[in-house]
């Protein structure tokens, strides 16, 4: 029987799935706590409401993202459903991807903070998945992402207050690069896209190379 956390569930997708001509997709996790996984029972509740189709995502609340993803409960949700079940959790390489559909079956895989500061991942993934194979990017290649990026938030809400708010994507998109430890710093003061540029120039091998980001 359902426990009434579970029927509320449902009824609140049922109420949705009634108000739209839209496809209701739903995202759950595998539980409370390892004590009380339910995912299963949860995904049975959502299908009987009418969702179009279920992600989960393989760790429970009380996890927040700490700990591994457990692919194998997604994947023990994925056999006992009817309707496509996308995985959500540690998708954060071409490989990984791949790993996902071939361990749980999976219909679709989402990535989230894996794609923080590395937007052409998703690419990477696709030609992974159809072709065996992907292309690295370089540094210069970030560069060009980076300031198209930026200039889009300058765009819409001035230099100021673009490059404030652009400073934590400075720090993903750099995340991992040699030498860019000692420059953290600076990339949470800048405040005009000079600035940007400029500790962008610090980070790469040739730093002519990134004088307007455009190669």
Request: aromatic share 6%.
């Amino acid at each position: 029987m359902p426990t009434i956390g579970e029927l509320i569930v449902g009824r609140v997708a049922a109420s949705v799935v009634a108000a739209t001509d839209l496809p209701v997709t739903a995202k759950i996790r595998l539980g409370w706590d390892e004590a009380s996984i339910n995912a299963g029972e949860v995904a049975h509740c959502l299908e009987e409401a009418g969702v179009a189709a279920i992600c989960v995502h393989g760790r429970t609340w009380k996890q927040g993202f700490r700990g591994r993803s457990s692919w194998e409960q997604v994947a023990k949700v994925k056999d006992r459903a009817r309707v496509p079940v996308i995985l959500s959790g540690d998708v954060t390489s071409p490989e990984e991807a791949g790993n996902a559909f071939d361990e749980t079956g999976c219909d679709a895989v989402m990535v989230g903070r894996g794609a923080l500061g590395r937007p052409w991942l998703f690419t990477a993934i696709r030609d992974y998945l159809t072709s065996g194979s992907y292309r690295d990017w370089d540094c210069t290649q970030t560069v060009r992402v980076v300031l198209d990026h930026l200039d889009l938030g300058i765009a819409e809400f001035g230099e100021q207050t673009a490059v404030v708010r652009f400073r934590k994507h400075l720090l993903w998109y750099t995340k991992g690069i040699p030498g860019v430890v000692a420059l953290r710093p600076a990339m949470s003061t800048v405040s005009t896209r000079q600035q940007v540029t400029e500790v962008l120039g610090r980070v790469l091998p040739d730093r002519s190379r990134v004088r307007d980001g455009h190669g």
